[in-house]
């Protein structure tokens, strides 16, 4: 099924009733009611926590029949109440549907947080959004889940409310890996310090950023090594300096060197992502272009001039290709172990 992704409540009831109505074979207006089972909350980057409440979630939905389902906000609450504490997001809202889809989730609820929002008292959040809209018959959320007008609401009022509105509730334990809870703040740390591949860790997946391929100043061509420049739509990205990566870009994945920076040999100011592909020789000037950051191979640094920078990045893209060829021969002793262990088993 493809993720259904409304922004009001409005259109959350108008797609409701043609879901339910398809699946009885109704008209609409004369379907019965549609029954969810949901979580809410940002995701932002989908790390391995927010992975394991979505995981539960399909999970319990296809036990019950029920639809799975996510309530997010667009924008981050604290960008409306507390501006100067909201943090840099780590993906887009699309990042964000695109993995919940990937994972199972069949629809979304993006409500756009304002003030008038921020002023739902718990019981009116869960019974106007959870209940009454969106047929909650469980719900899970973490154990530290606040909700409702000055987060009055926590994992306790949400229970309580569920007894009376006929729904249940399961919390879900933090994901801990090497004593440190996951979180969205630990991995913007990563991201910013240029650990990509702690980053990686905690998120399931390498870091990426997405946007649009844009013109660069031609630096690349000038030292012999043409690169694809991104116009990113994320709020962060990882520290200057220059990594392994793998590039989208024209409907295929390359292998890449990617370099985040100023380009200071160029007494450059400007922030710059500039992607080096391997194996590409298209001409391409436009169009939909997306980065994911496996390994920090250096800081950023100034040369002395062109040639020196041509042979540092002459370096950079060797040591990116033994890092994929590495990854390659890691990746196939793995399949390798597993078919055996398999055999076994007599799997």
Same mark, same amino acid.
């Given at each position: ?8 409540? &409005?259109?959350?009831? @108008? ?21 969810t089972v949901l979580t809410i909350g940002n ?11 979505? $995981?539960?979630? *399909? ?6 029949? /029920?639809?799975?389902?996510?309530? %997010? !906000? ?5 960008? =409306?109440? $507390? ?26 609820? @993006?409500?756009? !947080? ?23 018959? /469980?719900?899970? *959320? ?14 306790? =009022? ?41 980053? @990686?860790?905690l998120l399931g997946r390498p870091f990426a950023? %997405? ?14 090594f043409p690169t694809l420049n991104l116009g ?19 409907? $295929?994945?390359? +292998? ?17 992502? &500039? ?20 390994? $920090?191979?250096?800081? &950023? ?16 893209? &060797? ?9 390659? +021969? ?18």
């Amino acid at each position: 099924m493809a993720l259904r992704v409304s922004r009001s409540l &409005e259109e959350w009831r @108008a797609a409701a009733e043609l879901r339910e109505a398809s699946r009885r074979g109704a008209s609409p207006g004369h379907a019965g009611r549609e029954r969810t089972v949901l979580t809410i909350g940002n995701f932002d980057g989908v790390h391995l926590g927010h992975r394991e409440i979505l $995981r539960r979630v *399909v999970e319990r939905a296809k036990e019950t029949a /029920c639809l799975p389902a996510v309530v %997010t !906000f667009d924008p981050h609450p604290l960008k =409306v109440l $507390r501006p100067a504490e909201a943090p840099v997001l780590l993906s887009t809202m699309t990042q964000r549907m695109r993995e919940m889809e990937a994972l199972g989730i069949a629809a979304v609820l @993006a409500l756009p !947080f304002d003030l008038e929002m921020a002023k739902l008292s718990p019981e009116e959040f869960v019974g106007t959004i959870l209940v009454k809209t969106m047929g909650a018959a /469980c719900i899970f *959320v973490g154990g530290n889940f606040r909700f409702g007008h000055k987060q009055a609401g926590d994992v306790k =009022v949400l229970r309580e409310l569920g007894q009376r509105f006929g729904y249940t509730v399961e919390i879900v334990e933090p994901v801990v890996l090497r004593g440190e809870i996951v979180s969205s703040t630990a991995i913007r740390e990563a991201v910013r310090a240029g650990r990509v591949q702690e980053a @990686a860790r905690l998120l399931g997946r390498p870091f990426a950023l %997405t946007g649009n391929i844009q013109p660069g100043t031609g630096t690349g061509s000038r030292v012999v090594f043409p690169t694809l420049n991104l116009g990113h739509e994320q709020e962060i990205t990882p520290g200057n300096g220059v990594y392994a990566t793998e590039t989208f870009v024209d409907g $295929r994945l390359y +292998r890449s060197a990617t370099n985040v920076g100023v380009r200071p040999t160029f007494d450059g100011k400007a922030l710059a992502i &500039e992607s080096h592909l391997f194996n590409f020789d298209q001409r391409v000037t436009s169009g939909p272009m997306q980065i994911w950051f496996w390994k $920090r191979l250096r800081g &950023e640094r100034k040369f002395s001039g062109p040639e020196e920078l041509r042979e540092q990045i002459a370096r950079d893209i &060797e040591r990116s290709k033994t890092f994929f060829r590495r990854l390659d +021969r890691a990746r196939l002793e793995s399949a390798e172990r597993k078919a055996k262990s398999q055999l076994m088993r007599g799997v």
